[in-house]
């Protein structure tokens, strides 16, 4: 056992887990936040044959098989009641139509208009906003054909206070902290270099930082998506050339708040595929306007959100020419100058290879528990660091370079140095990673939209 990981065990107790073991147990078709919490709560202390027996039991009992669904709606019918895991949902209904005043989404069941008690809504608001994955007891009340949730107990943390993570991560060396938040993600530290852990790391920037727009393109299999359908239960993947208008930002039949209001972020996942064809016209128009304010509107309607946006694609086969990148991967309609400046950066996929053997890919070490470092990452985004961006000013730089900069520097804080202590070559090395990923999409605008105010090289001055 690595140092570190006796430290992390010391420091942080049951938010720690035999990573490797959670991997290979994994619950198939489950979240992996959901899956460990499961074998956290069975296994305690350590992963055992017992534990994944109960888990096993425990999952067989109450997971719906799409292909049983009627079985179990009959059981609910027969018996009254139901206890079923499933990821619920509930929307409130406040018109004067005969519907009910609640409707949760029970996906397993095909349900989407079953009641809920007040007392559960009041102890899992979360329900309300994107949804919870949980242990529903549902009844069945056969005089009013009604379906309700009248107790819930919820597989995702919900309190964590981040300033014990932040005043512990003064126990670990720069070092010691990338080695565990690689193997958190699922990696084997040992195979990558300081630099490729941080390039790894920026990956989840706009897990942490409020309204950031990235992008990535590496070759396939370098887990490009894999944190952000794995990892945290704030973060969506979707298909950039699937999503509609409705679904992104609001949907003025149904009354219902979009992805971009749900979700800390959206990945949009192979962006290289719509080359061609761009994404649809209402989406491209609304996405412009909402990065450039955090704002968008449909209809009479006017929304604002915090979420972050990250677009990754793979890389051509063979060579490729890194200096006309965007040019040739994006649509023409997403390489305007007005939209590239609103790009912040683009982390470098194409340094990070390909997972490969998994014997030597995943992890073989601890790390934090996917549903523990989930709700950390959704708490770091509340949490400001500027006077750590006030040790430092930018030359040369524009207002958006400045901004762009200051969240990418701001959210490497957060996932490197929580506790705000860095030295000045410490901040120098974030600093300057960002400035990169930066003037890539300056060099790349100026390329392709020749406009002399991108002609400039960033530099910094630290204080």
Known sequence: MELWEKLLKENFGSAVVDKPKAIKNEIQGL????????????????ITETGLKETNKYIHEHRIDSREKERFKNTLRVNGSLKIIDKFKVKINLSKTKKKPTQMEIPSLGINDAEVNDRVLEEHPRLLIDGLWGMGEIHYYDDEKEIRLVNFKPFQLSEIDVDELREARENFSTEQWLNIMISTIGLNFENYTRREK???????????????FMMEFGSPGTGKTYVYENISSYSRVISGSKVTGPQLFYNLSTRQDGLLVQYDVLLFDEIDKIQKTGLPEDISTKLYQYLASGKFDRGDIEKVSECGIMMVGNLPGGYFDKRDLLKNLLHETSTTSAFLDRLAGVVPGWEIKSIGNPNKAYTKNLGFAADYFSEILHKLRRVNYQYVLNRFTLDGASTRDVQAINKMVSGMIKLVYPDGNLTDEELEEILKLSIEYRQFVINQNYRINREESFNKVLSYTIY
Do not use: A
């Open 31 to 46: 979240p992996r936040y959901v899956s460990e919490y499961l074998l956290g709560y069975f296994c305690e202390d350590e």
């Open 198 to 212: 941080l390039v790894l790391l920026s990956r989840l920037i706009p897990m942490v930082e409020n309204n950031v």
